[in-house]
């Protein structure tokens, strides 16, 4: 053997003699070490030409047997390996030379990891497949990419099955196993994807399936399936067409989304009959500016512009193009951009007459943070605004006449009580020189002179009642004080008692000392003075006054044992100048209840009554503790018709 110099990078050896039996032996080792076996097959005939190598180690079979089958070796194969190769003459028709390595069981029930490789040649006018397969040590470094997408495979959350050509399967994964309710892929492998489904369903897929798969290669949806035990299921399936004609299925019980989908589908048919059913219109658009629902009330209400025209227009066109919706347009955008919805009051003439639409754009967010579409909410407040112009109109005349009646009454008790207090001045002259005068007058003349003072004392009452009421109607913007409630009552009641000739008056204060209720005591001394002047001018006894607290209300109760007041009569009892009709002679003005209503609906209370003709009355004040805001708008006549329910 001779060698290069000693910096040369090429070494040849050139073996003596004496040394070839040497190599054949390493050569035969070598070859025990790395069994194989070797074939060629001529793909036509399907028959071997070369059979050579440990077939029965490998994969548990006789040559005999390989050589009357040669797909026999599948037998000794785990499904996924053999479904993985289904496409191999396929691939080596196309390629020419390709590779597969596949797990295998032997005849010593040993497992092993192969590798296979295969050319594919033309001799002699022959197609021959000429291939090798030998064992590798372990899955190393060559079968972790493979043994990674088989585990892939075996432990997806969704079904997977491969079958051959003619529809039968060749691999089913565990996911797909359990959900048609089998135990083992066994009991499916060999078999038809038939046995998954009904026959008349089978047919259907047959029909409207396959056609479109065939032509595009791959199909998606949804099917009826069968489990084992024969109960069904929906099935959501991706079939995909492999070049051998067989097919990748990819599966999942979709049960539960059918159902949701179900539902939803249930609930938005509800809510868009429910849309549809509404008077305001409803339009939702996106920021592109498509319209992707319209109600039927804004079809109902584009389709007058529609007639009016003479011609069909398309509605998410009518609503775009129209010169009078370009401002709305301008608005979804806005509202796209800030997020924030706006409302605003839209005049138009629409239709061959005058309208005002009360427009709100509200922002919708879908499957996104940000605003993607925008719902119009239309309502027609023609009519409605046109009313409010005219209450409004119709109110501030009212303001007016009020204000004119006060000023009126007021300008006119000022003039009355000038003469009258002249008159009442000369009338007790006139008495008191009647009495000194040492002239013997007509008999009749004292009589006179008292009836005459009577008349000018009940004038001069009612004057003040007319001024009293007039003030309390002014006093609108008056500001109620917290004051004690025991001593304030308590000093009114003393007032009226002690300008009593007999003592008829008895109360009762439930009332802590420390409560602290709002007050306009003015009013509340009107108040309380007409009631218990009521009781006393009707009453043929005693009349009394009873206070209680109601949690945040208090109520005043003025109760009397006289002649009581007519049922006919209650619903009026309280209109200005009304006196009930079994009064008698006795005098009054008519005033005293409709000055009480005016005080308690000042403090928006209100007022209840119970009699009985013959019996007595009892007239009920309820009070809040704590006065709301009198800055509230509530209008006055509004106030007057909630004081005394009983009369509505």
């Known amino acids: 053997?001779?060698?290069?110099?000693?910096?040369?990078?090429?070494?040849?050896?050139?073996?003596?003699?004496k040394d070839e039996a040497l190599v054949a032996a390493a050569m035969a080792r070598l070859t025990?070490?790395?069994e194989k076996v070797e074939f060629v097959l001529d793909q036509e005939s399907r028959r071997f030409l070369k059979l050579d190598g440990p077939i029965d180690k490998f994969f548990n079979l006789t040559r005999a047997q390989l050589v009357a089958d040669p797909?026999?070796?599948?037998?000794?194969?785990?499904?996924?390996?053999?479904?993985?190769?289904?496409?191999?003459?396929?691939?080596?028709?196309?390629d020419k030379f390709i590779v597969r390595t596949v797990r295998a069981t032997g005849s010593d029930g040993r497992m092993r990891f192969l590798r296979a490789s295969f050319s594919l040649l033309e001799a002699q006018g022959r197609t021959l497949v000429a291939g090798s397969v030998v064992e590798l040590e372990s899955e190393g470094e060559t079968q972790q990419p493979w043994a990674a997408a088989r585990n892939a495979v075996e432990e997806a959350h969704e079904g997977v099955a491969v079958t051959d050509a003619a529809g039968c399967y060749l691999y089913l994964n565990r996911e797909h196993v359990e959900i048609f309710g089998y135990s083992s892929a066994d009991e499916l492998i060999g078999k038809s994807w038939r046995t998954l489904y009904l026959e008349e369903d089978a047919q259907r897929i047959e029909q409207t399936v396959f056609p479109e798969l065939?032509?595009?290669?791959?199909?998606r949806g949804r099917l009826q399936a069968k489990r084992k035990d024969g109960s069904l299921f929906q099935e959501a399936l991706l079939l995909t067409l492999l070049p051998s004609g067989g097919l990748v299925c990819n599966c999942r019980d979709a049960t539960e989304q059918v159902e949701l989908a179900g539902r939803l589908d249930k609930a938005e048919s509800l809510f868009r009959l429910f849309l549809n059913t509404l008077s305001t219109g409803v339009t939702i658009r996106n920021l592109r500016g498509d319209y992707e629902f319209v109600n039927a009330a804004t079809a109902k209400f584009i389709a007058l512009q529609q007639n009016a025209r003479g011609g069909p227009t398309k509605l998410a066109d009518c609503l775009r193009e129209e010169k009078v919706f370009t401002y709305w347009g301008a608005v979804d955008q806005r509202v796209g951009k800030t997020g924030a919805a706006e409302r605003f009051d839209f005049?138009?003439?629409?239709?061959?007459?005058?309208?005002?639409?009360?427009?709100e754009k509200l922002p919708l967010r879908i499957s996104s943070s940000d605003v993607t579409h925008v719902c119009t909410l239309i309502q027609d407040v023609t009519e409605q605004r046109r009313l409010q112009a005219q209450t409004s109109?119709?109110?501030?005349?009212?303001?007016?006449?009020?204000?004119?009646?006060?000023?009126?009454?007021?300008?006119v008790s000022h003039e009355f009580r000038t003469p009258l207090t002249a008159i009442q001045g000369l009338q007790y002259l006139m008495d008191r020189g009647l009495k000194e005068s040492t002239v013997s007058p007509p008999t009749a003349m004292p009589r006179w002179i008292a009836l005459q003072g009577e008349a000018l004392q009940t004038l001069r009452y009612l004057v003040d009642q007319v001024v009293l009421l007039n003030r309390i109607e002014s006093l609108a913007s008056a500001v109620p004080l917290a004051v004690p409630l025991h001593e304030c009552l308590l000093r009114l009641l003393k007032d009226v008692a002690t300008s009593l000739d007999t003592p008829r008056l008895k109360w009762r204060l439930d009332v802590p000392r420390e409560y602290i209720a709002q007050i306009h005591e003015p009013q509340l001394r009107a108040l309380v003075n007409n009631l218990i002047s009521n009781g006393l001018k009707y009453s043929s006894g005693d009349v009394t006054v009873?206070?209680?607290i109601h949690e945040a209300n208090w109520s005043l109760a003025v109760a009397d044992v006289g002649r009581g007041v007519p049922l006919a009569d209650q619903a009026k009892l309280f209109r200005p100048f009304y006196r009930a009709s079994n009064i008698g002679s006795v005098p009054g003005t008519g005033l005293g209840l409709a000055i009480v209503q005016r005080c308690v609906a000042f403090h928006r209370g209100t007022v209840g009554l119970e009699s009985r003709e013959g019996l007595g009355s009892i007239f009920t004040i309820t009070l809040p503790q704590v006065l709301p805001e009198h800055n509230d708008q509530l209008p006055y006549l509004e106030r007057l018709q909630t004081t005394a329910p009983f009369l509505t």
């Open 71 to 94: 797909d026999a070796w599948r037998q000794s194969v785990p499904a996924f390996d053999s479904a993985a190769t289904a496409d191999m003459r396929i691939e080596l028709k196309r």
């Open 32 to 34: 025990a070490d790395f």
């Open 214 to 219: 065939t032509t595009k290669g791959r199909w």
């Open 1 to 17: 053997m001779t060698g290069a110099s000693p910096d040369s990078r090429v070494v040849s050896f050139e073996p003596e003699a």
């Open 347 to 359: 005049p138009l003439s629409w239709g061959g007459r005058d309208w005002i639409l009360y427009v």
């Open 546 to 548: 009873t206070v209680r």
């Open 393 to 411: 109109e119709t109110a501030r005349r009212l303001d007016e006449y009020l204000v004119m009646q006060r000023e009126f009454i007021s300008m």
